[in-house]
């Protein structure tokens, strides 16, 4: 069998289908539906992860089919393709995902109103999510990277807070600015591009990334003597247009301010959606469609790219360590720990780039963790303000050993997930210097201030909230209140903690997967970037 | 002797272009069959299905016109044209007039009033509509502007309650009169240098281009007074929102998707006049800057009607501005008059058709059964009719082009017909255009979810329920929808079949 791409994309939608057939009297069994498919999602996936590592490198479970195939006379063809493929950049990113919405179905037990409308736009979601990471056709890609903005608008405006309404458009309207701007590079790129087999134009994105395939006088071309636009290189606004459009969804300063806003309103599994996956769609679409398209602009801007990167770490490590609401904190700290990943990026060497992935599968299992965990105690007392709690450690014991796991792999702790990543992108900025000279050391020292930073605001929240004496702000109501554990907070908390542990220990795990693909990327990104650039700048002279 | 030969030559085309109007006939048959059975019998329920009949008719009447070759054919020595372009048009058009007619007659409403004419007229609108699209002449482009506006105020006037909406009605007139005095202005001005009101003369355009240059832009300005008010397009859009407010729903299924389908048709046989096409490359006329003129059209027609939105109150009058956004939209697939922006401006009508026809139904389902008119009558809709609310989110998800709908579909379409056109040019208006749209389609998102959020985030404040379901609209609204998600995902047969036809 040989479609399982399209079996992972359209399980959830034919759910979604199912669900909306059933009476709402039925509302008991939507959740255990949405469980029963997020798990096999996860199955699926986690067989295609082990047989990717069977043969870890090129593109794998390829589908091929003709979707929108029009014939414009003179213009020559429409073709858009239903082209799904994994390789080692996505392969982990996709079972994360899986993973994630697996979590996420078994902490959406909190949602009490509307079950139907809930589980059904969850799993639309999850279709979308599992679409992004699996086309290969740009045209395909845009359709399921939009695709998932009508469900989490609903998802967050229904079901989030008391200013759930600001938040859910604000996301919306960041988003979709981003994403319109990038349907014009894409359509600019599309008549630029030439699939060599059949001459016509393309949106397949393996034929983006090759130089040849350019028609030589069109906008996007290398080779092009004109290809400027108010005095600047086509090609590197394109860079530009799409850097910001995965910058938001990252998302990075100073595109961030959906993401706290977001977080605060949405209800604990659609954080958990959005910090776990929805954050990493915005590097795995910088590293695939930014650097893959345009490897020329991705070395002229690296500098740049590395500073925001820096900026960000820096940033959202300031900021978590001001925030006083729980959930706001990490929220900051996500801001902080992805400007890793796009360091790591930046410094486009093995290193680096491995990190990064590392990282966005680590941070997604950890910011699931930890907003799983924002959410245990604000289910039970509905506050999650640090200072209203203090000496949680007395009434809750187990959970406070979760935590400490959360926080301790999150600020890079030796032997957890959290270290691996934030070391390998590291090392990456610093070798940087001397491999290709892209970003100074400096970013690097500054970036380990970020970890210093990170290290301060969770010991000291640690010690606020956990430590001492019990003293909180509802008194002895919420003695009674704070619980322990209940037996599916274990059910999802034990694998996350396992997993956090397991990559600690054995990073070969993902490194495994990921390896191979990135070395060539790398390397590949490398000698064409240099080469366009070269042309581009005998011809453009700029 | 050659007085003579002409005379006979007149007479031959007449007499070979009567039997290109036959669907205008049976038209003409059927709203004369409606007048006497409404004149004369007291059971006039039959009249709905015998017009719905007789536009069905028409419409298989000018399918049958479908031909194999793309040849414009000269009707009446030139008064009028017809093409395969124009009969999609007219296919179109006539799809908008059985939908309206389909669900007019489930309007209680319009049932009390005992209107019969608001059915027997349609025929006699469709065809006023049709000569629109065909006319290749001034004096039939004025003819038919005129008639097409004449039905338009009767159908206004007719949905006529209260003062509110004579008062619509009127300024209806009275820009519509505006707009017909500039064009009739801008006829005689181009008639005078030129010294031929055909369009199609040969000499036309050699014998105008003679004319100063200052009179060439006004002559031509005037006249696109006229057909922007058709297409309700900057800064000829002032009376639609006030006609929207005061027009019944019902009627604006008609009146915001017929006139504008047909104004697009002329614009493009106007266009078609001034452009030659030469080694599959369009050039237009070069005494006139028609890429520039359309594009800051276009550019302010996106700005006021998107921007504008964002204060509406009211329901009608957003949905007023947010077709004026659209109708920005359309014109970006004129601006290059490529093969491929023809297609993209018919796919797009079939969409803005599909998604207006469905949102003016919705609205008008929660005019009957909520009474809400103002958007803040939306609060809380989704508890009380959920699949329609549901449904509308859908429709305006489209309109903000969303994937995988159609307007998308049909958005992607326009943004590659005008980029193709901006790097045939290198025109940078073009492009100004092309970021104007990516922005007002980021502002259309907002304006079109206030609604959305009054539905489904926020407390009904006090809603009205009329007891009775009105199942029958879902029975017309699904098909809409389904539609709409259809030619979303899978647009190739209709664009493919579209394209065949007409390039």
């Not at chain 1, 209203?388 to 926080?407: D, E, K, S």
């Not at chain 1, 059910?491 to 054995?506: D, R, Y």
């Not at chain 2, 008719?57 to 009446?76: M, N, P």
């Not at chain 2, 266009?271 to 594009?295: A, C, D, H």
Request: glycine share 6%; charged share 10%; aromatic share 16%.
């Amino acid at each position: 069998m040989n479609n399982w791409l399209s079996i992972l994309i359209f399980l959830p939608i034919a759910a979604a289908l199912i669900l909306l057939l059933l009476p709402k009297r039925a509302s008991n069994v939507f959740r255990p539906v949405t469980i029963v498919i997020s798990l096999l999602q996860t199955l699926i996936a986690t067989y295609l992860y082990s047989q990717y590592l069977k043969n870890p490198q090129g593109y794998h479970f390829v589908e091929r089919a003709d979707w929108i195939n029009l014939n414009l006379g003179t213009f020559g063809r429409l073709n858009i393709d239903y082209f799904l493929a994994v390789d080692g950049l996505s392969i982990g990113l996709l079972l994360l995902s899986a993973f994630v919405m697996f979590i996420a179905a078994i902490a959406s037990n909190e949602i009490k109103k509307d079950p139907k409308a809930y589980y059904t736009l969850f799993l639309l979601l999850s279709a979308a999510i599992m679409g992004v990471f699996c086309a290969l056709d740009f045209f395909l890609f845009y359709v399921f990277y939009e695709l998932m903005l009508l469900p989490m608008y609903f998802l967050i405006g229904m079901w989030g807070g008391p200013n759930r309404e600001y938040a859910s458009i604000k996301f919306f309207l960041y988003t979709l600015f981003g994403s319109i701007f990038m349907l014009l590079v894409m359509i600019g790129l599309y008549f630029s591009v030439i699939d060599p087999v059949t001459g016509e134009h393309t949106f397949n994105m393996l034929y983006m990334m090759d130089a040849a395939n350019y028609t030589k006088d069109s906008y996007f071309s290398i080779f092009s003597t004109d290809a400027l636009l108010f005095h600047y290189p086509v090609r590197f606004l394109g860079f530009i247009v799409l850097f910001i459009a995965f910058a938001i969804k990252i998302p990075t300063i100073p595109l961030h301010t959906w993401l706290p806003d977001a977080h605060v309103e949405a209800p604990t599994p659609v954080s958990i959606i959005l910090a776990g996956v929805l954050l990493k769609i915005g590097g795995y679409g910088i590293i695939r469609i930014c650097y893959g398209i345009f490897p020329e602009a991705a070395i002229y801007f690296s500098y740049w790219i590395g500073l925001i990167g820096v900026v960000s770490i820096l940033y959202g490590a300031f900021i978590a360590l001001a925030s006083t609401d729980l959930k706001r904190m990490i929220a900051y700290s996500s801001i902080s720990h992805m400007g890793f990943v796009i360091l790591g990026i930046a410094s486009l060497t093995s290193e680096g780039v491995n990190g990064a992935i590392f990282q966005m599968i680590s941070h997604g299992v950890l910011s699931t963790m930890l907003f799983y965990l924002v959410g245990v105690i604000y289910l039970r007392v509905q506050d999650r303000e640090i200072a209203a709690f203090r000496g949680l450690a007395q009434p809750m014991p187990r959970y406070t050993l979760f935590v400490v796991i959360a926080f301790f792999a999150s600020l890079g702790l030796p032997g957890l997930s959290g270290f691996i990543g934030e070391a390998f992108t590291l090392i990456g900025a610093f070798k940087s210097a001397s491999v290709n000279a892209l970003l100074p050391r400096g970013f690097a020292i500054l970036a380990s201030v970020g970890i210093l930073i990170g290290a301060a605001y969770f010991l000291w929240t640690l010690q606020r909230m956990f430590f001492g004496a019990p003293r909180f702000k509802g008194a002895q109501e919420w003695h009674l209140k704070l619980k322990d554990l209940t037996a599916t907070e274990y059910l999802v908390l034990i694998p996350l903690a396992l997993i956090t542990i397991l990559l600690g220990i054995f990073p070969s795990l993902l490194f495994d997967a990921s390896n191979n693909t990135i070395n060539a990327w790398v390397h590949e990104t490398w000698i064409h970037g240099i080469a366009n650039l070269k042309s581009m700048q005998s011809l453009l002279k700029f | 002797m050659e007085l003579y030969q002409t005379l006979q030559s007149l007479v031959t085309s007449n007499n070979l272009s009567w039997k290109f109007l036959i669907p205008e006939y049976s038209l003409l048959f059927f709203f004369l069959l409606g007048l006497f059975i409404d004149l004369f019998f007291k059971n006039k329920k039959w009249i709905t299905v015998l017009m719905l009949v007789g536009v069905s008719f028409s419409g298989f009447l000018t399918f049958q016109q479908i031909s194999a070759s793309i040849e414009i054919q000269q009707l009446f020595n030139g008064m009028l044209v017809l093409s395969n372009k124009i009969i999609v048009f007219k296919l179109l058009i006539t799809l908008v007039v059985c939908l309206f007619i389909i669900f007019a007659s489930t309007d209680d409403r319009i049932k009390k009033q005992n209107t019969a004419e608001y059915f027997y007229l349609a025929p006699l609108f469709l065809i006023a509509l049709n000569m629109l699209c065909m006319s290749a002449h001034m004096l039939t482009i004025y003819l038919s502007v005129e008639m097409v506006s004449l039905f338009s105020y009767g159908y206004v006037a007719l949905s006529i309650k209260d003062k509110s909406n004579a008062e619509s009605g009127m300024k209806y007139i009275l820009f519509g009169l505006l707009a017909s005095a500039l064009l009739l202005y801008g006829i005689s001005l181009m008639y005078g240098f030129a010294g031929t009101l055909s369009l199609q003369d040969p000499h036309f355009l050699a014998w105008f281009a003679k004319a100063p240059m200052p009179i060439i832009a006004l002559s031509i300005g005037l006249m696109m007074a006229g057909f922007l008010f058709k297409i309700a397009a900057a800064p000829f859009h002032f009376y639609a929102p006030d006609v929207y407010q005061g027009t019944s729903s019902t009627t604006l299924v008609l009146l915001s998707v017929a006139p504008k389908i047909a104004g697009y048709a002329l614009f493009a046989n106007f266009l078609g006049f001034f452009s030659f096409k030469i080694f599959n490359q369009v050039l237009f006329w070069p005494m006139y800057n028609w890429e520039t003129f359309l594009s800051v059209i276009a550019i302010m027609t996106l700005v006021i009607g998107s921007f504008v939105a964002l204060s509406q109150t009211n329901i009608k009058r957003l949905m007023a501005y947010a077709g004026i956004a659209q109708t920005g939209f359309l014109l970006m697939g004129l601006i290059g008059y490529t093969s491929i922006g023809v297609i993209a401006l018919l796919f797009y009508l079939l969409a803005y058709l599909l998604m207006n026809t469905a949102a003016f139904m919705l609205i008008s389902y929660f005019e009957q059964q909520h009474e809400a008119y103002e958007l803040a009558d939306y609060k809380g809709l989704v508890r009380k009719s959920p699949l329609a609310s549901i449904l509308l989110v859908v429709v305006f998800a489209s309109f903000i082009g969303l994937p995988p709908l159609v307007g998308f579909t049909g958005k992607f379409l326009l943004f590659s017909a005008s980029y193709q056109a901006y790097v045939a040019s290198a025109n940078p208006a073009i492009l100004i255009t092309i970021i104007t749209a990516a922005i007002a389609s980021i502002v259309s998102l907002f304006y079109y979810f206030i609604i959305i959020r009054n539905m489904f985030m926020q407390e009904a404040t006090w809603v009205k329920v009329n007891k009775e379901e009105q199942n029958i609209l879902y029975l017309l609204v699904l098909p809409l929808i389904l539609a709409i998600i259809y030619f979303g995902i899978l647009p190739s047969n209709i664009i493919s079949y579209i394209q065949s036809i007409i390039a």
